[in-house]
């Protein structure tokens, strides 16, 4: 089959670890031909173009800023997104005929692109939603529900669910969600399917290794080692987290490694700068494989998620702190099932983002207990392997094309 993947995911190099890269090579080994368009924003003042690497061929085209910029030009980039890509791909790939088109949110302006390529080539479709807009953006304050925003994109994201063939969510509570919001929808069409990794045969850090990476970043030896790591906006509600760094400084036996970038970033370095915390430290970023070498060294990975969320999430960073065998302690809105999940498969604890105490009691149980962390990190791995691969992924897509 001939696979087409939009996405508005910065790809550069398809060898590269990733939810969508893993997943694209996964179509390729099981001998599809895969094509992928994926944004180059006018900051990288790059025209668009083709290259082919290891048997995929990824299309760069040119749009306006997408991330990182401000709201307006935001909100034009993703509305023309949807004409760039369609001109290009009739440009670029004149005789290719797809069979397959899987595409994921953000962004929900895909619609007519999509029923395009499906009228076309006659092909079939499969939405990768992860991500709820415009109700998430309304639970964070973002847009004003009723407004004409809002009503704007609410019809945007409806059109989106009607032009696909099949629609994935991210967990159970993520179709619940869907279907007890778009009524009609028809249930048959929406399924789960997580996000997912390629497992990679990774050798483990020795004790000495591991000791050496915390010394070179100042980290007690002995203390537990909390390593958050990702994006830090809005959605993450990291007010919660610099509420847990300040009840927690000075204590010696824990120390929390922050690392990533984001809206918020800017506002957690001031708090760092005044606060000046014993026992956390603040990263912009790492190079991948210098992350990868400090996750080993961490013993617990953090996820946080503004408690004023209605729509599940289920951050992808979770895969990762899985992979390295790390448990998982969260704090998040209520309704966000990735807790629960994990809380019922042994490999997490989940509180409510704002409960203080309650997020403090099991930061203190895991400091406590060692072994427990050993436990509950090789539950995680097992749960890892056993859902949230890309073969589970392409099985759970490719089940209803296996006849084309």
């Not at 994109?153 to 991210?170: H, N, P, Q, T, V």
Request: glycine content about 6%.
């Amino acid at each position: 089959m001939n696979i087409l993947f939009l996405t508005i995911s910065h790809i550069t190099d398809l060898n590269a670890s990733g939810i969508y890269t893993d997943l694209m090579r996964e179509f390729r080994n099981q001998g599809h031909e895969v094509y992928i368009v994926s944004p180059i924003e006018r900051k990288y003042k790059s025209p668009t173009f083709l290259k082919k690497e290891d048997g995929i061929t990824l299309l760069k085209v040119k749009t306006f800023n997408l991330q990182k910029t401000n709201f307006i030009e935001k909100g034009i980039g993703t509305l023309a997104i949807e004409y760039q890509f369609y001109s290009s791909i009739k440009k670029y790939f004149p005789d290719i005929d797809f069979d397959l088109v899987l595409y994921s949110t953000p962004p929900i302006t895909f619609t007519k692109v999509i029923k395009n390529i499906k009228k076309r080539y006659q092909a079939q479709s499969y939405l990768l939603l992860k991500d709820i807009f415009p109700q998430n953006a309304v639970d964070i304050g973002l847009l004003r529900k009723g407004g004409l925003l809002h009503r704007f994109f609410r019809r945007k994201e409806r059109k989106l669910y009607e032009a696909s063939d099949y629609i994935g969510c991210m967990s159970p509570a993520n179709v619940e969600f869907v279907l007890k919001h778009n009524k009609s929808i028809s249930p048959s069409k929406v399924e789960v399917c997580p996000n997912s990794i390629k497992m990679k045969m990774k050798s483990s850090l020795s004790e000495e290794e591991k000791k050496t990476i915390k010394k070179s970043y100042n980290i007690p030896s002995e203390a537990t080692l909390f390593i958050y790591g990702g994006n830090l906006g809005k959605p993450q509600g990291l007010d919660f987290l610099l509420r847990v760094l300040e009840s927690n400084n000075g204590k010696t036996d824990r120390f929390f490694m922050i690392i990533g970038s984001g809206t918020e970033f800017t506002k957690i370095k001031n708090r760092f700068d005044v606060n000046r915390p014993s026992n956390a430290l603040l990263l912009s970023e790492l190079p991948k494989e210098e992350y990868d070498k400090v996750v080993q060294t961490g013993d617990v990975g953090l996820i946080f998620l503004d408690p004023r969320f209605t729509i599940p999430n289920y951050p992808s960073r979770l895969l990762s702190y899985l992979e390295h065998k790390m448990p998982v302690l969260m704090a998040t809105d209520k309704n966000t099932d990735i807790g629960k999940i994990a809380e019922r498969n042994g490999y997490g604890f989940w509180a409510e983002n704002g409960n203080l105490d309650e997020f403090n009691t099991l930061v203190d149980k895991f400091c406590e207990n060692k072994e427990l962390i050993a436990k509950m990190g090789e539950k995680g791995y097992v749960f890892l392997k056993d859902n949230y691969t890309v073969e589970k992924s392409y099985q759970i897509i490719m089940n209803h094309f296996e006849n084309r």
